[in-house]
């Protein structure tokens, strides 16, 4: 895409050979943005970092989709690397897709390892020609591709907010194996938003120090205002790291204390019939004179005496209440 104020240019190109004949005029077009979507064809890349002099450096980081949120400032231009992150309800995984930014002087660079349409929110502002987008400078485009990257961290932790609010229903109800599961999960993932968040903090933080070239001083408050954002997005995965730790403590108080109940239960009922083993035991010894033992009703003296202790000792743990 190439813009001005009045005029656009939108162009798709399907191979290097219909790149090359293509040309624009900077007066008219003063922003060139090129977004280039999958990462398999070197000769792509190699072909972009001739025409706009890019470091090999650089063109080996973009084919290197591990990186971390980062900027280098190559002199002629600022490379910047953020990812963009995707949230499956279902699976309750967290996946990730570098997106690499190039801001030079009257041209954008992204590229993306996917189509997956996160930027088109922008390029319609670019064609309907709505806010100050297309009167702006490619350091403004710049901002707005970040500020689209930033809002995409909100969407996420909105989604796994409400997750970790239902979990928390179900543990107050019942703590459940599979909420232990699904709990650790939501932890490793968030785990993997805080990894990728904390550098695009000081990514932003950077880019909205007045020293840099590449922004001007009007576009500077844009970016403090993404940088809140991050901020923001930081408190909010923390809040809900701080949540699900919570949680994760009152799983293993719920299973304790459950436990604990069931172990009371079991020494209840032993220490009940405790005494009636004593009395059989007693009985049972071998000794042809003992009391009760001519006796035609002593049988049933010995269960009355069982029973009496065993019902006195019930109610004796039942005013306790350790029989609840």
């Not at 990730?96 to 997956?116: A, I, K």
């Not at 019942?174 to 938003?193: D, F, G, I, M, N």
């Not at 968040?197 to 020293?211: C, G, I, K, T, Y």
Request: charged share 20%.
């Amino acid at each position: 895409m190439a813009y001005g104020p009045d005029l656009l240019e939108e162009s798709v190109f399907e191979n290097i050979a219909e790149s090359r004949n293509y040309s624009h005029d900077s007066a008219d077009h003063p922003v060139l943005w090129l977004n280039v979507h999958g990462l398999h064809q070197p000769e792509i890349l190699s072909e972009i970092g001739q025409r706009f002099k890019l470091h090999p450096l650089v063109l080996e980081d973009i084919l290197n989709t591990d990186q971390r949120p980062k900027v280098d400032d190559y002199g002629d231009y600022l490379y910047i690397v953020t990812r963009f992150f995707d949230y499956d309800p279902e699976t309750l995984c967290v996946s990730s897709e570098q997106v690499s930014l190039v801001l030079g002087h009257g041209f954008v660079l992204t590229f993306q390892e996917r189509p997956t349409g996160n930027f088109n929110p922008i390029r319609e502002r670019i064609r309907l020609n709505r806010g100050q987008i297309r009167r702006q400078q490619a350091d403004y485009l710049a901002y707005a591709l970040l500020d689209v990257v930033v809002d995409r961290y909100f969407t996420i932790l909105e989604q796994i907010g409400e997750r970790t609010e239902q979990l928390e229903d179900d543990l107050m109800q019942k703590a459940t194996p599979t909420v232990l599961q699904t709990l650790h999960q939501l932890k490793r993932e968030t785990l993997t938003l805080r990894r990728a968040v904390w550098p695009l903090r000081e990514v932003v933080s950077q880019l909205a120090r007045s020293d840099t070239h590449f922004f001007q001083p009007a576009t500077l408050p844009y970016l403090r205002d993404v940088y809140d954002h991050t901020v923001h997005v930081i408190e909010s995965l923390e809040a809900i790291r701080d949540l699900i730790a919570g949680m994760l403590d009152i799983y293993l108080s719920s299973v304790s204390n459950r436990l604990n109940q069931e172990v009371r239960a079991l020494t209840v009922v032993a220490i009940i019939f405790m005494p009636s083993t004593l009395i059989s035991g007693v009985f049972g010894m071998n000794f042809h004179s003992m009391p009760l033992l001519e006796n035609p009703g002593g049988f049933y003296l010995a269960l009355g005496f069982m029973a009496t202790i065993a019902i006195s000792l019930g109610l004796v743990f039942w005013r306790r209440r350790w029989l609840g």
